[in-house]
């Protein structure tokens, strides 16, 4: 063992001038030498050395250690460059001036330990001993923090829409060196392969390509992040630039059309978007802009609109990239109608005429609706005014109205003046006059001109036409009265007589002609004559009803039971029947009675005394305390009727009161009792004679 450790010494030495391999295969030759001789304890890993990066000047522990090993056991740590070994045992070579093995070697603890790491200590590592099947290799990464972000190539080009656009990002420090990534926002766009990282190269870069640049890349924000992959040992680091793209304007009216009133202010305005910023000009399609606008670049100030400001716009940008911006705005101004036709104030028509036509044109946004009304009417007729027969009627004033529901209507009027020859307007053509008063035989003419000649004629047989002139009789004559419209003639004819009626006619004469019109007067009988026969027709009514009420009180034989009962009436008319009379005044055997005078009765009747309660209403007791002998009971009336006659219907007696019988018996007359059938009959007969 001493042997092996001396050869292994003098083999490491730096004395022996050999390079670096040489030493190492001679070290394992010696291995398997003593690998032969000495026997092999079982020896495996308490702690497996394992990877790990640490930052640059700090320290870096690799651990290791084994069980199973003896006091012959010698433990390697083999490192950078190409496994040069760096300690045996607890020893390391002075080249190693940074290394130290640290641990409890009781418990096979062979810790490495490189203070203030630097990059050339970076690589493979392996911690091995004789007895170890499988030996641990594990890597130690110092790393190395960037110390700026990463550049980014191509941010100060403009490029213009439509070429293509490259993006460089590049770093050149740092160890690792840096993954790359572009970023918009948080969307990733692009980054670098693996390939790209595993590769030994002094720097990287990454490219951001966008084939064909548009005007919506204007403006992006982009960025390229480099990242080390050990976030707990170094940040990350990015840089950013906004694309510049310059594209041609794209011109946007907010509202293509616009409606405003007459006198109002509008602004008219447009949105230009383009890089660089656009001049932007005002053009008016069909002719000039009013020259009270106001160019404010994206806006045109219109005071005061006028009709003749309506019409298409153009709002024009140009900023140097092709093709140039423009927009349309189409502004409709509304005003109110206005009548633009040049008829005159007054139309002549010719009465009798045919195809009468006046048009009416107006102008004014929305398009007026143009319609014709007679002045002071809401009659309104279409536009052109026509009519196809003219007559004096239609002359007038006549009023052309356009309207489109703006604030106020347009009104334009006319005179219609009919002219030609006289034309009789009257409307009552039959007169009724009575004799004896004055006739008025009215002529209304429509005439324009007036009439020259007016007359009046009286049609007699075989139609002839005769003057009627105030010297055929007195108190005719004629009344003329002239207005704008014509003349109002009137033959006027006093006392009028059954001879004057007839038919006359009114004919008028003008420079266009003659017109002629019938009137017909009907004379009527006078008031006197009237009620002459008014009397004689009631009369002969009068005699008419007599005589059908004659025949029929004939045909019913009331004639003759009233005659009967007239005859058998004394001449002293009662309003009641008397009653009969005692037996003592009557002598026995005398049937006549028709000598008694009143003065038997002391000039006077009996008063009748009020009936008594007790008994039946239509026998009611009557006595006589004056005579020597009372008088029986007799039947009298009561008074049921509103008008105070009496009502006989009930009476006992017969139909002659003094026809009694002679009770010789008992010394007095008793009036004889009669059956129902008779009252009955008695019932009707006094009915019929009240």
Known sequence: MRLGRSLCQGLTSPRRGMDSRRTEWAFLVILLVLSRVVKVHAVSYRVRPESMAVREGQTA??????????????????????????????????????????????????????????ILEEGGYRCSTLGVTEKAEVNLNVVVPMKKPPKIKGRDVTYTAGQPMTLTCVATEGNPLPRLRWFNATKLLQQTSENAMAEVVSSVSLDLVIPEAAR???????????????????TTMASSTILNVHYPPLVRSRRQTLRATEGETLDLSCDVDSNPPAAVSWRKIDGEIPGNAENRGNELRLPKLSRSAAGGYKCLANNGIMPSGEGSITLIVLYPPRITSGFEDKTSALAGGEGFSLRCEAEGYPKPRVRWRRKGTKLYFDNPLEFMQIDYDMEGDYECVASNGQIRNAVRQTFVDVIGKPYINTVSLKVSVRSGDTARLVCEILSDPLPEETRWLRRGPGQQDKPVTASQRAGIRQEEKTSASGVTNTLVISHVGRSDGGVYVCETTNTFGTFQREFHMEVKATNTQAVVIASVTVIVLLVLFATIFICIAKRTGLSERVRREKASTPDLTLPRALPPLPSYMVPVGSDDVDDLELQDFKGTLKPRPPPRTDLEPYSIGLSYPSLLHPLPPYSTVERQRPDGEDNMVDSPYPEDPWETEVNESKGFVMPPSLPLKHRADKRINAITQC
């Open 61 to 118: 522990t690799l651990r290791c250690a084994f069980v199973g090993l003896t006091a012959q056991s010698v433990v390697f740590w083999e490192g950078p460059p190409n496994f040069a070994v760096i300690s045996t045992g607890r020893e390391v070579d002075p080249r190693y001036t940074r290394h130290r093995i640290t641990g409890d070697p009781a418990r096979g603890e062979y810790h490495l330990e490189i203070k203030d790491v630097d």
């Open 216 to 234: 919506w890349d204007h403006g992006k924000n982009v960025t390229c992040v480099a990242d080390q992959g050990f976030p707990d040992l170094t």
